[in-house]
């Protein structure tokens, strides 16, 4: 999907080029879509890349599964006291 509506292959979606795409496509909830999308852009850059782009795509219940939010915190809690200090997010 990233590809299709990336018109100029650049790696990144502007959102001209995602107002476009989804155009041509037969959804609903279209401007919902388009206000996902145009979120993502975490850094400002006015436009979405594929890191951005997948991040907003997953559903919730892919990443906000007790297993791996558990996994991330136990990566972050070296010394496994079940606090992360600055230390240990440093």
Known sequence: ??????????GHLSFDE??????????KNKDAVLDVL?????DCSGA???????AATLESHQF??????RAAFSML?????????FDEVA
Do not use: P, Q
């Open 77 to 85: 809690d070296i010394n496994g006291n079940g606090l992360i200090d």
């Open 18 to 27: 995602i107002r476009a795409g989804l155009l041509t496509l037969n959804l």
């Open 48 to 54: 979405v890349d594929y890191t951005e782009f997948i």
């Open 1 to 10: 999907m990233f590809l299709a509506l990336d018109a100029n292959g650049d």
């Open 38 to 42: 145009m979120a993502a852009d975490t």
């Open 64 to 69: 906000m599964k007790e297993k791996y939010i």
